[in-house]
């Protein structure tokens, strides 16, 4: 089945450490998004990317990055410059072609300890 | 860009139907309504989506207003499984650059 998968599910990370969250699809979606989501909070953006070697910032890019170098993946990158990184982040696609919406991931819990 | 208004919170007993209101009175003649719930630690699961007319899924209806300012989504018999936050977004359904906001949402509890 066809589908968009993060890993890994729970992530621990010490202070001043970069650490590199996974998001791939296999859907043959166009755009991909990051999403943060703090306690009680709705979704923040993060980065998106529409097509392939290209992305853009979102409202909360500031200490974090990303690339877009193949169509399935698109992988997010928090650096030592994110200074609350502690959040549960969410990776969406979506067919730029088609009305139906976004399909997200289950989603990585990032703890800093 | 349309914007949508939830209420924060609403509960509802089990085998019962839950009604979700949203507001969404900017919204454009190309703009689609759309319905997404998460449950606790998980990503957003997409129910439904309409533009004008009301649509049924297997999950739910939708019930546009004939102006289009404002939708419910309707869970016809709501179960302990549908306690989740419901988010309501607008956004033009093909191409274009638009990220949609997700809010708060509607924190639905079902109660047995």
């Known amino acids: 089945d066809g589908g968009i998968t993060q890993s890994p599910k729970y992530l621990f990370r010490k202070e001043g450490q970069n650490v590199t969250l996974s998001c791939e699809q296999n859907l043959n979606h166009d755009a991909m998004y990051w999403y943060r989501q703090d306690p009680g909070q709705g979704l923040r953006l993060i980065y998106y990317?529409?097509?392939?070697?290209?992305?853009q910032k979102g409202d909360i890019a500031e200490g974090y990055s990303v690339s877009r170098e193949k169509k399935e993946s698109f992988p997010l990158t928090v650096t030592s410059a994110q200074k609350n990184p502690t959040a549960f982040y969410l990776c969406?696609?979506?067919?730029?072609?088609?009305?139906?919406?976004?399909?997200f991931g289950s989603g990585t819990r990032l703890t800093v300890v | 860009d349309a914007k949508t208004t939830q209420p924060t919170s609403m509960d509802c007993a089990e085998g019962r139907a839950a009604n979700l209101p949203c507001n969404h009175s900017?919204?454009?003649?190309?703009?689609?309504v759309y319905w997404y719930r998460q449950i606790h630690s998980q990503g957003p699961q997409y129910i439904i989506h309409?533009?004008?007319n009301n649509e049924t899924n297997e999950m739910a209806s939708l019930i546009i207003t004939e102006d289009r300012k404002s939708s419910t989504l309707i869970l016809p018999h709501a179960t302990l499984r549908d306690t989740a936050v419901y988010y309501c977004i607008v956004r033009v359904g093909v191409g274009g650059s638009y990220i949609p906001t997700f809010g708060r949402g509607t924190s639905l509890i079902v109660h047995p």
């Open positions: 969406a696609s979506r067919n730029r072609t088609a009305s139906y919406g976004y399909t």
């Open positions: 900017t919204i454009s003649g190309n703009e689609y």
């Open positions: 309409g533009l004008k």
């Open positions: 990317s529409q097509i392939v070697n290209d992305f």
